[in-house]
């Protein structure tokens, strides 16, 4: 064999070398690399029905929060278990009708049966929370912490509810356009209701139901309507409302004539109140 074909034969020899040797390197590294599968990641909805309650109010002393969470990427129905926490000191978690509990009392278990209709990568449980009372009116924060199954990743969600003490007091002004009518001459007269404890806009409460209206001395005059129904102001439509009625005074001698406007709620979350105002009326 000449000298050139053995240079050759020791090229080829090299060139397979090299690429046993390539493919051996790349089997073993996709042997000893593992591969990585990033977990589905979840957003979870947190609703509690009632929003707005509280004992003395006429309505329940408790609220029930649930928990929905939604696989975002083909993680199928989300499972394990949801951690409920709330803002306020003293409030505590117990099982709600429908929901596995689970332990500690503020956690229950996913379920993809539950109410509300559920998409397919969806699941939902509930917990009841009853507050401990701190105040005429208390915004609280309820979080809900989703713990994440092999298949999807953890997530959490939060809404606000507002715990009344009792019904909200209120109270009642009353203001006319005029304040001296001759005999048989009418003035408009506004009553505006608000409550004395402001609640926040996210929880508007405006004082609802009529507000009925009287005179003294009697006799002293009338009203048309003698009873109004109360509408929410445009300057804060959350705690104060108002409504107007257009008062005409009877003939007779000069005097102060008192008008009062008494207001009767409509809902079980406001006090009665009254307010009056004076008008010099007659001839």
Same mark, same amino acid.
């Given at each position: 064999m000449n000298l050139r074909k053995l240079s050759e034969l020791n090229?080829?020899?090299?060139?397979?070398? /090299?690429?046993?040797? *390539?493919?051996?390197?790349?089997?073993?590294?996709?042997?000893?690399?593992?591969?990585?599968?990033?977990?589905?990641?979840?957003?979870?909805?947190?609703?509690?029905?009632?929003?707005?309650?509280?004992?003395?109010?006429?309505?329940?002393?408790?609220?029930?929060?649930?928990?929905?969470?939604?696989?975002? *990427?083909?993680? *199928?129905?989300?499972?394990?278990?949801?951690?409920?926490? /709330?803002? #306020?000191?003293? *409030?505590?978690?117990?099982? /709600?009708?429908?929901?596995?509990?689970?332990?500690?009392?503020?956690?229950?278990?996913?379920?993809?049966?539950?109410p509300p209709p559920l998409a397919?990568?969806?699941?939902?449980?509930?917990?009841?929370?009853?507050?401990?009372?701190?105040?005429? #009116?208390?915004?609280?924060?309820i979080t809900a912490q989703y713990s994440g199954d092999p298949n999807n990743s953890p997530s959490s969600g939060f809404t606000d509810i507002l715990v009344l003490e009792g019904p909200l007091a209120t109270t009642t002004t009353a203001a006319c356009n005029a304040s001296k009518l001759p005999d048989h001459?009418?003035?408009?007269?506004? /009553?505006?209701?608000?409550?004395?404890?402001?609640?926040?806009?996210?929880?508007?409460l405006p004082p609802t139901g009529t507000v009925s209206w009287t005179c003294s001395p009697s006799p002293c005059g009338s009203f048309a309507p003698p009873s109004c129904i109360l509408s929410p102001t445009s300057a804060d439509p959350a705690n104060s409302s108002s409504c107007t009625t257009t008062f005409t005074a009877m003939a007779g001698k000069p005097t102060t004539v008192t008008i009062t406007a008494s207001y009767t709620p409509s809902d079980p979350f406001h006090t009665p109140s009254s307010g009056t105002t004076a008008i010099k009326a007659g001839s």
């Amino acid at each position: 064999m000449n000298l050139r074909k053995l240079s050759e034969l020791n090229s080829i020899s090299k060139r397979r070398l /090299a690429i046993l040797l *390539g493919t051996l390197i790349l089997s073993l590294s996709a042997y000893v690399t593992p591969s990585v599968h990033a977990q589905p990641s979840t957003s979870t909805a947190v609703s509690c029905n009632p929003t707005v309650f509280g004992p003395g109010t006429m309505m329940m002393d408790h609220t029930v929060c649930t928990a929905i969470v939604s696989s975002m *990427g083909g993680g *199928g129905s989300p499972t394990g278990t949801v951690d409920f926490m /709330a803002s #306020a000191m003293g *409030g505590s978690f117990s099982a /709600a009708p429908g929901s596995m509990q689970f332990i500690p009392p503020s956690s229950c278990m996913l379920s993809p049966s539950p109410p509300p209709p559920l998409a397919p990568n969806q699941a939902s449980c509930s917990v009841t929370y009853t507050p401990a009372l701190m105040g005429p #009116a208390t915004v609280e924060t309820i979080t809900a912490q989703y713990s994440g199954d092999p298949n999807n990743s953890p997530s959490s969600g939060f809404t606000d509810i507002l715990v009344l003490e009792g019904p909200l007091a209120t109270t009642t002004t009353a203001a006319c356009n005029a304040s001296k009518l001759p005999d048989h001459k009418s003035t408009g007269c506004t /009553a505006t209701v608000t409550n004395t404890t402001p609640v926040p806009s996210s929880f508007p409460l405006p004082p609802t139901g009529t507000v009925s209206w009287t005179c003294s001395p009697s006799p002293c005059g009338s009203f048309a309507p003698p009873s109004c129904i109360l509408s929410p102001t445009s300057a804060d439509p959350a705690n104060s409302s108002s409504c107007t009625t257009t008062f005409t005074a009877m003939a007779g001698k000069p005097t102060t004539v008192t008008i009062t406007a008494s207001y009767t709620p409509s809902d079980p979350f406001h006090t009665p109140s009254s307010g009056t105002t004076a008008i010099k009326a007659g001839s």
